[in-house]
């Protein structure tokens, strides 16, 4: 191989890691609790710093090279420059080299514990808004995924094996899709019935859209009732008028409490974590016992990273959005976007499991800006499955390959 070539695959290295670096700095700021001025200016240092840096040091490249200092010969101020040039280069490639080897084993890992049996049925939405990224090719902002996904459940018990539940994330409700694909989608979500219904944050992107959604929430019922909490994007409303609009629609919010519903003869405890947003989470020191003594527990989130309390509560399941699935999912790469602390770990999936806590992470119904490229928004409706009931059962089991995903 000769300089030349080497010479451009470091480059190409490099500016892999560069971009890997700066879209991690991203995501993970946007899974902090800051406020939404606070979030546009940091995405603005982000990505002038992002476009800023190639250029800076393509420009002192072009004109006192990047090569062997000579530190004796050479001003305090050009060899601090060469300094920060070359070591620059080496922490983008380093970064190149981290982020393939991560992806590399996820995939693998993705592989061997593929994702619960799910049946998927698209449904595409007309345009009813001028927005102009609605226009971009490939755009799949409109192109809604039924999904139904059975999952066995380690401590789930027999008598409520079968039990159904909707969940609904990231509705996002603003002029940019238009009210006639917000009616139009939870009208569909009221011919696929379910015991139990979960919305899980993020509901109301336009304070202006406020009086939207009695109409967009009037078909949405469940037998077990209806349920939600805020997410991030609820900063920018009035939570006592939002609250008193969904109650006057039926809803039931969970903000830091937990409830006791009663299913089949048995119970199951419900409860809501809004935070890092809206703190505190549900205190759990006075609900039943969790399973398999008392009764199984089901936690509304809406970040994924509360996964880790959701487990040290004993949840048997959790049901998070927030990451909206990546949002832009490359071939062989996955998911490009995911506001979280652990960066693109919770939009590669729609399953996590850790000891005996599931988590169901939604893609969402919609997004602040309506752009998703490889990862259509998605209504799931989830069958939990004893995974005593299932053992007994020759049917399919857990992990099966047998998925039609959501992206197809």
């Known amino acids: 191989m000769n300089d030349g070539a080497i010479r451009a695959l470091i480059i190409a290295a490099a500016a892999l890691g560069h971009g890997l670096l700066w879209l991690g ?3 993970r700021f946007h899974g ?3 406020s939404r001025p606070a979030i546009r200016r940091v995405n603005i240092a982000i990505v002038l710093l992002a476009a800023g840096l190639p250029i800076a040091w393509t420009c002192w490249r072009a004109a006192f090279g990047c090569g062997p200092m000579a530190w004796a010969d050479q001003a305090l101020w050009l060899n601090a420059g060469h300094l920060f040039c070359r070591g620059y280069l080496g922490v983008c ?3 190149a080299a981290i982020g393939l080897s991560v992806g590399i084993a996820r995939i693998i890992a993705d592989r061997l514990a593929p994702e619960p049996p799910a049946v998927c049925r698209v449904l595409n939405f007309p345009r009813a808004a001028p927005h102009p990224l609605l226009r971009i090719p490939g755009n799949q902002s409109l192109e809604v995924a039924l999904v139904d996904r059975e999952i066995v459940m380690p401590r789930w018990p027999t008598e409520l094996d079968g039990l159904s539940l909707l969940h609904l994330s990231d509705l996002h409700v603003s002029p940019r899709l238009g009210r006639s694909f917000f009616t139009d989608a939870l009208t569909c979500c009221a011919g696929r019935p379910a015991d139990l219904a979960a919305v899980t944050g993020d509901i109301l992107e336009d304070p202006e859209c406020l009086d939207w959604l009695p109409d967009i929430f009037a078909r949405l019922r469940a037998p077990l009732g ?4 805020r997410g991030n994007h609820e900063l920018k409303s009035d939570s006592a008028r939002l609250r008193a609009a969904l109650d006057d629609c039926g809803l039931i919010c969970l903000s830091a409490r937990w409830l006791p519903i009663a299913c089949r003869g048995a119970s199951i405890v419900l409860a809501g974590n809004e935070l890092p947003w809206f703190p505190p989470a549900a205190a759990m020191d006075a609900a039943p016992a969790p399973a398999p003594l008392g009764p199984p527990r089901i936690a509304l989130l809406h970040s994924p990273d509360q996964f880790g309390w959701a487990q040290r509560e004993q949840f048997d399941l959790a049901l ?3 990451v909206h699935g990546g949002q832009v999912r490359l071939p062989l790469f996955g998911p490009l976007l995911a506001p ?8 590669r999936r729609s399953v996590y499991r850790r000891g005996p806590t599931v988590m169901h992470v939604s893609r969402g119904l ?5 752009l998703r490229i490889g990862c259509r928004p998605e209504v799931v409706r989830l069958i939990l499955r004893a995974a005593a009931t299932t053992a007994e059962s020759p049917g399919r089991a857990a992990g099966s390959s047998d998925e039609i995903p959501a992206d197809t």
Do not use: Q
């Open 25 to 27: 700095a991203l995501n």
């Open 32 to 34: 902090m609790p800051f």
């Open 93 to 95: 490639i380093a970064a």
């Open 226 to 229: 209806v349920y939600w909490i």
């Open 320 to 322: 998070a959005g927030h």
């Open 340 to 347: 979280s602390r652990r960066g693109l770990t919770y939009a």
């Open 366 to 370: 919609s997004a602040e800006w309506p």
